[in-house]
């Protein structure tokens, strides 16, 4: 079975910077990113990258803040988020797929971590 376990939430203030990690019990994974979930709204896709060519993709509202990568042993995917801001504000999702056609659709991926939280005081 395999195990997606984030590390690196907590509370920052805004302007701060976090650090998310998420280990895989195995390798070789299609993509692997990163999703949130506010109070009240559905999740949504936040950064991805796939493990062939190491694209990254991000929404729109991280675009220049956050940025994914991942490492050389490819069983983790780490989410680096500068200049945060209070609408960051979520619980944090790693996830992991063998096949993912759209890399921003949640329901492409498989295997999901049980989240971490980040909270941007102002």
């Known amino acids: 079975q395999v195990q997606l376990a984030e590390s690196g939430g907590g509370l920052v203030q805004a302007g701060g910077s976090l650090r998310l990690s998420c280990a895989a019990s195995?390798?070789?994974?299609?993509?692997m990113g990163w999703f949130r979930q506010a109070p009240g709204k559905e999740r949504e896709f936040v950064a991805a990258?796939?493990?062939?060519?190491?694209?990254?993709y991000y929404a729109d509202s991280v675009k220049g803040r956050f940025t994914i990568s991942r490492d050389s042993a490819q069983k983790s995917v780490n989410l680096q988020m500068n200049s945060l801001k209070p609408e960051d504000t979520a619980v944090y999702y790693c996830?992991?797929?063998?096949?993912?056609?759209?890399?921003?659709?949640?329901?492409?991926?498989?295997?999901w971590g049980q989240g971490t939280q980040v909270t941007v005081s102002s």
């Open positions: 996830a992991a797929g063998d096949w993912v056609g759209d890399m921003m659709n949640r329901s492409e991926y498989l295997y």
């Open positions: 990258i796939s493990w062939s060519g190491g694209q990254p």
């Open positions: 195995r390798r070789a994974f299609y993509a």
